[in-house]
């Protein structure tokens, strides 16, 4: 058993402790959580820190299978040119990409990252996550645009779902992968699948002014890179409306769904989306976005709004790195307005939410297992994360 206390504790499910303690068990188990009303009196093996305390961080958007790639797409391309520089540079040996893997998955639990919604294409990442100390909930994502394929990329997805769920023993799901990438029969087929299904879907959204483009007029600078990429779109309509509006009436409306990116959502989108579904989450991966875009979503009007906002990284392809940390900070930059207490619980709390771990994970409520993140280099005046703040995993 371990007393730790801090300037502050975000509980995330409460208030703000100041000079609280958490006292945590042999196994991380969260025992009590003691509100000393700023009057921190001396304790036998009282662990201090300086700077604030915060669960263990959920990553709810990531490409595990992509860590190769770091260092080897250009910056600054709009998601077009990301996409075809992507599609060349992929491949690698087999030995590259598994340890490319494996160091990521380490460098993340160092980033204090305990959950990770992670998006496979393959089995390359299945056997690195089987055995993390990471929770892993892997999104099996499909993508085709022609109606003829739809059954057989479906067939092949359900055969990946059926591997990393009976032979790696992983939590997964079927996502479709981007409204522009998804015939009409491939998300039918997937809404099917899902209906009877608890399992949250998670789909990239609106991450380039021209996939809205695209679905208004069928032209534009990503569904000119499409086709130059050999994607056959000869039975595809435009649908004259945004993307999200587009495709938003083939998910079934009770399954937890978590869109990514959002860069360029607007306030109809937002509204929507949550007339749409029971439950849907806005996962922000700020960093990406200025990797490839040079912009950010408009957080300020999804905090506004009350949307359920999660953290991403997404991949070493499109960041430098996979911090949680790294993208609050970002966030912060950008919308001082926005309180440090709020964006903590986007990437605790409502992450565990959104990916299923919030049982166990997420916030400091008794019984939960959900590591101890110490963040530290804090303006504790201002309650703001400097350039200097770094995270250190205690529990």
Partial sequence: MRKISANYIFPVSGKPLHNGIIVVGDMGEILDLIDTNG???DAEKL???????????????????????KGKIDMYTGLPGFIEQLVK?????????HSNIELADFNMKHEGIVAVGDISNNSDSFFQKQISSIKYHTFIEIYGSENTTAESRFNSGQKLLDDAINFYSLQASIAPHAPYSMSNELLKLIANFTTNSNATI???????????EMFITKSGALFDMLCKLGSDYSEWTPTRKNSLESVIKYFPQHIKTLLVHNTYSTLKDFADAT????????CL???ANLFIEQTLPDIF??????LKMTIGTDSLASNTKLSVLSELFTIQKHFPQIPLSEIIQWATLNGANALGFSNTLGS??????PGINLIENVDLQNMKLTDKSSVKVLV
Wanted: aromatic fraction near 12%; proline fraction near 4%.
């Fill in 39 to 41: 009057k921190l009196a």
């Fill in 47 to 69: 662990e201090f820190y300086n700077g604030i305390i915060v669960p263990g961080f959920v990553n709810t958007h990531c490409h595990l299978e992509l860590s190769h790639l």
């Fill in 89 to 97: 540079t992929r491949n690698a040996n087999p030995d590259e990409i």
């Fill in 202 to 212: 998670s789909i990239h959204n609106q991450e380039t002014l021209s996939e809205n």
């Fill in 275 to 282: 007339n749409h579904f029971s439950e849907v989450y806005w």
């Fill in 285 to 287: 991966c700020p960093n």
């Fill in 301 to 306: 009007s999804m905090y506004k709004t009350k």
């Fill in 364 to 369: 400091f409520d008794l019984t939960k297992i």
